[in-house]
């Protein structure tokens, strides 16, 4: 799956920069610059679509993962916390 979103990444940005080598031409000839400039900023999308396909998940989404990662670290915790609360309640003398 990781080789074939790379693949994927690669050739979107070769796509990209094909798209914007075309953008860039169209806006140095000034007659064709409202064109150019709408193709350009899709080349722009392009790129970091590509660069988000190469790069690992935990780059390129860092709140979802980091979500992840604390929303189990949390439910760990709670469980030792529950552990340790029926320990002290065993250990603990009954007070009336």
Partial sequence: MRLLRGLAGVLLWVLALLLALVA????????????GL????????????SLRLMLP????HPVETADKAIAKRGHKARKQAGKKVKRVRKKAPLVS
């Fill in 24 to 35: 860039i031409i169209l806006c140095v000839t000034v007659i064709l610059l409202p064109l």
């Fill in 57 to 60: 998940r935990a780059v390129s």
């Fill in 38 to 49: 709408p193709l350009l900023g899709y080349a722009r999308r392009a790129f970091t679509l």
